[in-house]
């Protein structure tokens, strides 16, 4: 049998491509192949209303597990409440979701099952066993060497409470404690009154992820909310590259998607919208011409890389760690709600990366930007 898509790796690119591919052709037929015994691996995957084309909510909400009508963000001197829905993908109701339209459509996942090589035309799974497909998709995930990066490190941990949180919204930026280590923020989703997600975030200059220490903020943050006990239901941690040298998204066969092929927001470390708008214009054409609309959204986007890399050099090589906070102060002191959802979503315009850029400049160190020879301090391997 030759499949419509074979798709390597069952993790957020994947999920995208399947309900987007179900929802526009849906008699395709889709295998899926990951080497996980459950699709999504362990993550809560957030995203901004604005980063989901219009038209395109239907496709996303099979996996969506909780939305919120605003969230919040908070710097010393600077609390905003911004009016644009926030919403996140949990890996449980991911895996059941994508799991459900696979076998709705007739299709196949292959979990358990480890890729050793993915060509135009096949994928072969450890064992010698060949999926043919008239379109083949590698999404397995970040591999390699990110180049030249800046890093964002976060451990998160989900919570049981024993009395309410204080706010029904999230607050996707608590930068009001100490900014050690680089810019250093909390990020809290509340899933419920009493279920909770708290995430000590760095933009940092190199991938550590110090554990202990971690959690011991994250449980300071729990007690200067007021809450007195909890239980601890998941933990969650990793380290992303925000990347300033790495080359954008190409477009060959088989296509390369997701993390794996650079379709990720540079300036934010998140795959979503990026992955999504591949998932998108992958979906609306036949098999055969998955490449060629990938290029074509590749070209649209470059640019908006292009600018979201030159951020990340700015951040991570002219601002001193201690005074990267200000530079999300000022964006969020000063841009309106739907320029920042533009540049999350990878949409801005050039009037909107100018006032990105506009503003008084936080403490520089410009010997950092030009300083040679460039060392990466990235030790990968990711996969
Ligand atoms: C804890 C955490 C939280 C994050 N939060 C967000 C967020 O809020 N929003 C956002 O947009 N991004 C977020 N990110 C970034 C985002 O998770 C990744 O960039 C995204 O998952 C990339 O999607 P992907 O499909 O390319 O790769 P992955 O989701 O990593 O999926 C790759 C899949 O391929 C499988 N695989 C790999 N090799 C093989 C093989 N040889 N054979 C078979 N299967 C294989 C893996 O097991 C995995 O399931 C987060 C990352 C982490 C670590």
């Avoid at 895996?95 to 459509?105: F, H, Q």
């Avoid at 050793?116 to 060949?130: I, K, M, P």
């Avoid at 036949?286 to 951020?311: H, I, M, Q, S, Y």
């Avoid at 530079?327 to 801005?348: I, N, Q």
Wanted: glycine content about 10%.
């Amino acid at each position: 049998m030759t499949f419509d898509y074979v798709v390597a790796g069952g993790g957020l690119q994947a999920g995208l491509l399947v309900s987007a591919l179900l929802h526009a052709q849906p008699v395709a037929k889709v295998a899926v192949v990951e080497r996980a015994d459950r699709l999504g691996g362990n993550h809560t995957w957030s995203f901004h209303a604005a980063d989901v084309p219009a038209g395109a909510w239907p496709v996303v909400a099979p996996l969506v597990g909780a939305s919120w009508p605003g969230y919040r963000v908070r710097f010393p001197g600077c609390r905003r409440t911004l009016k644009t829905a926030y919403h996140s993908i949990a890996s449980d109701g991911f895996d059941r979701a994508v799991r459900r339209l696979l076998a709705e459509s007739g299709g196949t996942l292959r979990l358990n099952a480890e890729v050793t090589a993915v060509a135009a035309d096949r994928v072969t799974l450890a064992g010698g066993e060949e999926l043919r497909g008239r379109c083949v998709i590698d999404a397995r995930g970040a591999s390699g060497d990110p180049g030249r990066c800046g890093w964002q490190t976060f451990l998160g941990l989900e919570v049981e409470l024993d009395s309410p949180w204080p706010d029904a919204l999230p607050t996707v930026m608590d930068a009001t404690g100490p900014q050690d280590g680089g810019y250093r923020f909390v990020y809290a989703l509340p899933f419920t009154p009493t279920r909770v997600l708290v995430e000590d975030t760095a933009f940092a200059d190199t991938p550590v992820v110090d554990k202990p220490p971690l959690r011991e903020r994250v449980a300071d943050y729990l007690q200067a909310a007021g809450v007195v006990s909890w239980r601890v239901l998941r933990e969650e941690s990793g380290a992303l590259p925000m990347p300033w040298a790495a080359a954008a998204p190409t477009a060959g066969v088989p296509l390369l998607a997701g993390a794996a092929g650079g379709w990720f927001h540079p300036a934010t470390g998140y795959s979503f919208p990026a992955a999504l708008r591949l998932a998108l214009a992958v979906a609306a054409v036949p098999p055969e011409r998955a490449t060629e609309a990938a290029a074509a959204l590749a070209a649209r986007l470059r640019w908006r890389l292009g600018f979201a890399r030159f951020l990340n050099r700015l951040l991570f090589r002219a601002v001193t760690p201690s005074g990267r906070w200000r530079v999300f102060r000022r964006l969020y002191r000063d841009l309106p709600d739907a320029v920042l959802g533009r540049f999350y979503a990878l949409e801005f315009t050039a009037a909107d990366a100018a006032r990105v850029l506009v503003g008084r400049p936080p403490p520089l160190d410009l010997s950092r930007l030009f300083a040679l020879p460039e060392v990466s301090p990235c030790p990968p391997p990711l996969r």
